[in-house]
Nanobody, 120 residues
Framework: QVQLAESGGGLVQAGGSLRLSCAAS????????MGWYRQAPGKQRELVAL???????NYASSVRGRFTISRDNAKNTAYLQMNSLKPEDTAIYYC??????????????WGKGTLVTVSS
């Protein structure tokens, strides 16, 4: 079994910062890409940021320059540092991992999400 657990969400004022964490645990052989997605009320889930196993990153244009994704491969953990938060960043943030399990099966895994609320 593989699990992704997000943490770090909460309520913050506009202009503030939050740091999200996503820890992958269980029967993991290797992790390829890890990413953060978000879903605001009434909207579709959208990509926020991705980081490859080699550290290459990709960002949605709406967060580029404000958010930073990183990962600690030794801890199977990804982070999302969010600065200069705006009310439109309010959403449930989900962690995603493209990984290979100990049984050598590749799959796409999701966390349960963590709520980020930015007040104006």
């Amino acid at each position: 079994q593989v699990q992704l657990a997000e943490s770090g969400g909460g309520l913050v004022q506009a202009g503030g910062s939050l740091r999200l964490s996503c820890a992958a645990s269980g029967s993991i052989f290797s992790i390829n890409g890890m990413g953060w997605y978000r879903q605001a009320p009434g909207k579709q889930r959208e990509l926020v940021a991705l980081v490859t196993s080699g550290g290459r990153t990709n960002y949605a244009s709406s967060v580029r320059g404000r958010f930073t994704i990183s990962r600690d491969n030794a801890k199977n953990t990804a982070y999302l540092q969010m600065n200069s938060l705006k009310p439109e960043d309010t959403a449930i943030y989900y962690c995603n991992a493209d990984l290979v399990s100990s049984s050598l099966q590749r799959g796409d895994y999701w966390g349960k999400g963590t709520l980020v609320t930015v007040s104006s």
